[in-house]
């Protein structure tokens, strides 16, 4: 392995991790100086209750009727994510764990997953170009974003199989996007994962407290309690 | 549409006391109305609406929950997502990092001038009813109709808003309530539905009482109910008489509605929530029972007691809660076959979806109905009734909101009833509004009414 991937590998990815994240605790700390709400009225349900279901609505795609009537879009995000997963799960397994990869199963697996998670991005990015409602609402980030990942994902199958022996370049791309991406991804739209789960936090203590969430689907007979509504 | 200010003008040179004391905003076209607008953004917003700006990811998944968006489905300016950017482009570039120093690469933009918020007045007040099915469609949990009620408060504090809209949020500063009742007019109203009611049942007895202090309840209304609709306060004393109930309307703070979740102006919220707590600690009522109104019910059970810094020490309820408590005492008997009709029930928006009742009034309609059926979809997934969000009040968008109509039209049409039942007086005007416009062969009916046609007596 050349010098150049060694350092790739191993020290700037460490240096732009520590970047990252210190930009994610800047960006934490910035929304976080927003002012909070105080809620004031007595709850009609769990606020506990709330969170969870809103937190676990990710894993619930009958829970959310966007979700339920396109169950190929739904499919199409878990593949996507678990690709997103994978690739980042390889950017430590390389350089810290090669042998894992050498398992021809696990290596498989995991091209399978970045291989579809490719094909997903690729029919993201022409729903983004052919939808007038798509092409509307997008914007530069959220096109170079989907193209970059789509990049990744096809130069993360080519990588992971670690055969630097051959050919350096899978790798160096693999890394060398990595790289750009722990640089870029704190100001674009990708770091929409920090949010996620604090927005869907907020979103569920509220309709929570108010005993919209978790959904009261077709029970009739639930108990109504009128003396604490 | 343009912006119209001749009600303004007017409430202006009358020198209208809510003017006088700096509570109704004007506009003012000297002022610096779009650095006032970007001050606003910073003094008002909250965490949960920081990070709504800042989640979306332009999936496009809340375009299939609108109203809109169905029913103009070559129209891309519908959806939720686009409607949420406009607002959502401006904090961008004045708060967001990327936006800051790249705004092209975000699409975040200042507005250029008054013509730019004019145009944003007519995205989030005409295009929106603010329903919330979108927050609930969201994989995000981007609460996009608190962004549009956002916008909506900045404009309004600008005076930037629409002619309709501004009439009622005057009236509601000027004389406490929405539609400008007059203490006697209420109290005569009040008067006559009682003697009716009398006539009709042939009991003497039967009240409805004024600031009766230390009652069960203290009994909240629309002004709807007063000016075009006292047949609804009838069924009410009607059922409350032969429940044994001791309740009492208030002199003042009877409006429970509030235009201030309209116009996303917390300051009237709070006036008009307020106003209500207060009248029942004076009345020593042990509890607030807000009448049938979806906004109403939201408004005093929700979002008023935090507009107003409020901490609730009542117990505050929607009548429908009322009327289950009185059918499992067995305070109160009823027939279902006086109901035969099929009925349908349409879910208000600021109850199922922003609010907790759900349930609760398919149970009492299924025991004051014999034929009852339910819309698809429903509960918190039904659409809006169309005239949510205030849209009723604001005619230049009327052709706009009848067209998106369609969408509930299909609904109830599909449903083959001949009533359809809400526990909400603006879904009874936005329902009717458009049963008229498509010529469908439905009533509108609410709740009390059916339990007071089914009752025993």
Known sequence: MSNFLRIL?????????????????????????????????????????????????????????????????????????????????????????????????????FQLIIGAAFFVGLMRLYRRVAKPTMRLISTLDDYLSLIFMILYFASGVLAIPNRYQEAEWPLILFFGLTAFFLLYVPFSKISHYLYYPIARFFLGKTLGHRGVLPMKRKKEEIFLEPQEK | MPLETKSQEKARSDKLRSVQEGRLKLYDAGAKNVKA?????????????????????????????????????????????????????????????????????????????????????????????????????????????????????????????????????????ETGNQMAVTELDYLETLEWIREELQAELGLSGIDIPVDKPDCDFMYTINPREIKFDPRSIGHAAKIFHFAKERWTLPKWGWDQTNFGLFSGDDSLGAYVAKNVYEAAAKLKAKRIVISECGHGYRSTRWEGYNW????????????????????????????????????????????????????????????????????????????????????????????????????????????????VCTICHNCVDGLTDLIKHYKLNIKVVQVLELVSNALLV
Request: proline content about 6%.
């Open chain 2, 37 to 173: 607008f970007l001050d606003l953004i910073s003094q008002r917003i909250t965490r949960p609406l920081a990070l709504s700006f800042v989640s979306c990811v332009h999936c496009g998944m809340c375009a299939e929950s609108c109203h809109y968006a169905l029913a103009r489905p070559d129209d891309p300016t519908m959806t939720p997502a686009y409607k949420a950017e406009q607002i959502r482009r401006i904090f961008k570039r004045h708060m967001d990092w990327t936006g800051r120093i790249m705004p092209c690469w975000v699409h975040a933009r200042y507005p250029r001038d008054v013509e730019d918020l004019n145009l944003l007045k007519n995205i989030v007040f005409g295009t929106c009813s603010t329903c919330g099915r979108c927050t609930l469609n969201c994989p995000m949990g981007v609460d996009t109709a608190g962004l549009v009620r956002f916008a909506r408060g900045l404009l309004t504090e600008l005076g930037i808003v629409p002619e309709g809209l501004f009439n009622v949020c005057r009236d509601q500063w």
């Open chain 2, 308 to 419: 107003a810094l409020y901490d609730q020490k009542l117990t505050t309820e929607s009548v429908i809660l009322t009327l289950i408590r009185y059918l499992k005492q067995g305070r109160i008997r009823i027939d279902s076959s006086k109901n035969p009709e099929p009925v349908t029930f349409h879910d208000s928006c600021n109850i199922s979806r922003a609010g907790d009742l759900v349930e609760e009034p398919r149970w009492v309609l299924r025991r004051v109905c014999s034929d009852f059926r339910e819309m698809q979809p429903n509960r918190t997934e039904n659409f809006c009734c169309t005239g949510g969000g205030g849209l009723l009040s604001m005619a230049e968008y009327r052709p706009l909101r009848l067209e998106a109509a369609k969408i509930k039209a299909e609904q109830l049409k599909a449903t083959g009833a001949k009533l």
């Open chain 1, 9 to 109: 590998e191993n020290e700037i990815q460490v240096a732009l991790l520590i970047f990252m994240g210190t930009v994610y605790l800047l960006r934490l700390f910035w929304i976080f100086r927003f002012k909070p709400n105080r809620e004031r009225t007595a709850p009609a349900g769990s606020e506990k209750a709330g969170i969870a279901y809103s937190l676990m609505n990710v894993a619930m795609p009958w829970a959310m009727e966007s979700a339920r009537k396109k169950p190929g879009f739904y499919i199409q995000f878990v593949i996507f994510h678990l690709g997103v997963a994978a690739a980042i799960s390889a950017t430590f397994i390389i350089p810290y764990r090669p042998e894992l990869l050498q398992v021809k199963p696990v290596l498989r697996i």
